[in-house]
């Protein structure tokens, strides 16, 4: 890699590091104690050898542009705690292959006809790609996509390859998409659940009790909605519930938040696969329906701002609600935030879910072109691209998530590392993102006056349908 240009990695990444640059408390800016996770790592290797070396080889990722959020790498050194762990992941993924590692960035829009055309040609310019799940699917209809299990030395079980989300968009036994520890899109676009610990106290509770309720397995929607019950309230008296109020949650962006981001925390989903692998449409089943009236109801009551702009977290900052839904992106914007917070995983659906499930939005999938020069080429270096991100970088990650902290408390630690340790992602966002897609859901179902869940897929179900016939049809050609 040249150490020359600076170049961005991701919109949260780079309000990340614009971050780093304000003053801040030493204890904030202090490298967290990495020990536990070393020894961990240290236990496990990448699928690949240390006598596999592709000598004078460049590989070249082909990453999507999109407000600049889907970039893998950094270019240079800049003392910035998260941006070294990024270059150095790749570093020493180019001294242990002696290859080079080099990331192109085209335009979102013109991604598929790059993938098709290099298809069509045979173009092997490009070794891997990243790309967002909404269009992977035209590329992978159009065959310029191979599966991943083509790839070599990766296993897609392993724990930097997020094996729940692998298995989940596996179809019919082939995984043309994934999420590889080496980009952090993932984890900036995580949901979690932030909460305002002053107010907590000042409502006689301690933020240890929603700790304690997380790992006896009772933080679950009905607490967390009786919680925002027992704080909102009209502080101006005037009658009327706005932006001056007291809420018991405001959103950093409504769609992913009460929409999509509560069907998946429950353990639901709008589409899944059959037990012969096929992909079929599940949205009619009795515990996705429940999700999405427990989305609608959420977003409906009293308890919820609904009028603040997307992107912000204003009435969190100033103290005017007690839980912020948001991606892990949304967590800079609490920098002036005068009162301490703590995370939390997406609440479960009751005391009987097994796990917590938090949901990774709109994430940029590992895709591998069918016009790749050599797969085990590209699967050695993905593989120890991912591995090493899963060995750094989410430490990084976490760090810089914690900077605007006013204490380093270790619950708060141990709560993203939980958080980012049970990532699911939406497999109808994907596959199907015109009907089963998070802002789809929200827009048609979730902010209606009415509740319309069974008159939205009836109608819907047929044209989903139609378009799920076809990638069965492709799956089953290709198999």
């Known amino acids: 890699m040249k150490f020359t240009k600076f170049l961005p990695i991701a919109l949260a990444a780079a309000l990340l590091f614009a971050a780093c640059g304000e003053a801040a408390k030493p204890a904030d800016t202090a490298a967290p104690d990495t020990t536990a996770e070393e020894t961990t790592a240290a236990e496990l290797t990448s699928g690949v050898p240390d006598d596999v ?48 590692i080099k990331e192109t960035q085209k335009d979102i829009w013109e991604m598929q006809k790059i993938l098709s055309q290099a298809a069509a040609s045979g173009d092997t310019s490009f070794d891997a790609s990243n790309y967002s799940g909404r269009f992977a699917t035209f590329c992978l209809l159009d065959g310029s996509l191979r599966p991943l299990e083509d790839a070599g030395y990766i296993d897609l079980t392993s724990e930097w390859w997020n094996p729940d989300v692998s298995e989940d968009m596996s179809m019919m036994g082939k995984t043309y998409f994934t999420l590889g520890s080496y980009n952090i899109l993932a984890l900036n676009y995580t949901m979690a659940t932030i909460f305002n610990s002053k107010m907590l106290e000042d409502f006689g509770h301690q933020k240890d009790e929603l700790y304690n309720d997380v790992d006896s397995g009772r933080w679950t929607y009905d607490k967390m909605r009786g919680l925002m019950t027992e704080v909102t309230a ?68 009293d308890d919820v701002l609904l009028n603040q702009e997307g992107y912000t977290a204003d009435n969190f900052v100033a103290g005017n609600s007690l839980f912020l ?10 920098s002036e935030m005068q009162d301490d917070y703590g995370v939390l995983p997406c609440p479960k659906r009751d005391e009987a879910q097994e796990k917590y499930l938090n949901p990774t939005i709109d994430p940029a999938w590992v895709l591998l072109p069918i016009s790749c020069r050599d797969p085990e080429f590209s699967g050695a270096v993905l593989e120890q691209l991912s591995f090493n991100g899963w060995k750094t970088v989410q430490g990084a990650y976490r760090d810089v998530t914690l900077k605007y902290k006013k204490t380093r408390d270790d619950n708060s630690i141990r709560m993203i590392d939980l958080i980012f340790s049970n990532l699911v992602a939406d497999v109808g966002s994907t596959y199907l993102y015109e009907w089963c897609g998070y802002d789809h859901i929200y827009g048609n179902v979730v902010s209606k006056k009415d509740f319309g869940w069974a008159s939205y897929i009836e109608k819907k179900s047929k044209p989903a349908q139609a378009e799920l016939d076809k990638i069965i049809a492709f799956l089953a050609e290709n198999e």
């Open 325 to 334: 839904s948001t991606f892990f992106m949304g967590i800079t914007s609490l």
């Open 53 to 100: 070396k592709f000598e004078g080889e460049t590989f070249n990722l082909l990453s999507a542009n999109y407000k600049e959020y889907h970039w893998s790498f950094v270019e240079e050194l800049n003392g910035d705690f998260l941006n070294d762990a990024i270059f150095n992941m790749v570093a020493d993924a180019e001294n242990k292959l002696g290859c080079e």
């Open 234 to 301: 009209d502080l101006d008296g005037d009658g009327k519930m706005t932006a001056a109020d007291r809420y018991g949650l405001s959103c950093f962006y409504q769609t992913c938040s009460l929409g999509t981001t509560t069907v998946l925390s429950c353990g639901a989903k709008m589409m899944g696969k059959d037990d012969d692998g096929l992909p079929i449409l599940v949205w009619e089943r009795e515990d996705t329906a429940n999700a999405v009236q427990l989305a609608f109801d959420i977003y409906h009551s």
